[in-house]
């Protein structure tokens, strides 16, 4: 009878352990992703080619336990990162990071950065993610030319998106790039290997012209009806 007991005991503990955990885990998930979303909505906040040190100072300042910075003779750069690391430790889902750099020169932000990737092996030179970079010009030298002001150099078929834009992109197309959907730094399990999983409106400008110009992408994406 008392052995029947402590197996009862030990049973109920467990059962009490892992309803603990997992009320835990759920909270750090919430939290995290809390706080990447954040750091994106002062981000987007920022206007290059306006915006002042002092305002990206007073941005850092707010996510005091998120960010480092790398200064030289005439500006700084600002690092913001948010890892999933208990999540990826635990084996819940994939390593994942939400990452931003604001690049100030005599005192003036000349570039931001955003991305959130995931470690899905699905390319396997490649984690799945979404990544965009505004400058205060478009840099035609690296980027093709015919998309001055928003654009998108990424090959067709990769699991990732990559979009470039300037101070010139129009407040939709700015509002498009920065709509970063964050559930892939915090989602149990497997998924997450399609650009829209990472930026929905992005992704959208770039299907449809990418269908203006006859491409078929479900020849090159194998889950894209998911997108649609």
């Known amino acids: 009878m008392m052995r029947l007991v402590h197996v009862r005991w030990a049973v109920t503990l467990t059962a009490l352990l892992s309803v603990s955990a997992a ?39 707010r996510h005091k336990n998120h960010w480092t910075e790398n200064c030289g003779p005439d500006g700084c750069n600002y690092y913001f990162a948010i890892r999933n690391r208990w999540l990826a430790g635990l084996r819940i889902e994939p390593e994942a990071v939400f990452q931003s750099s604001v690049a100030v020169d005599h005192d003036i932000v000349r570039s931001i950065s955003v991305w959130i990737v995931r470690d899905t092996r699905v390319f396997p030179t490649m984690d799945s993610g979404g990544m965009i970079a505004e400058y205060v010009e478009y840099p035609t030298e690296r980027y093709r030319a015919d998309q001055p002001h928003y654009g998108f150099p990424t090959p067709v078929g990769k699991p990732y998106l990559y979009v470039v834009l300037d101070s010139h992109a129009t407040a939709e ?52 009806a998911r997108c649609e």
């Open 173 to 224: 197309q700015r509002q498009h790039a920065y709509a970063f959907s964050l559930t892939c730094l915090v989602k149990p399990g497997r998924g997450c290997d399609l650009p829209c999983d990472y930026l929905p409106l992005a992704w959208k400008d770039w299907e449809s012209e990418l269908k203006s110009e006859g491409w078929k992408l479900e020849h090159y994406y194998p889950t894209y």
């Open 23 to 61: 009320i835990g885990l759920t909270a750090y998930a919430i939290v995290i992703k809390a706080q990447a979303q954040a750091i994106l909505r002062d981000i987007s906040q920022l206007k290059v080619g306006v915006s002042s040190a002092t305002d990206v100072a007073q941005l850092a300042a």
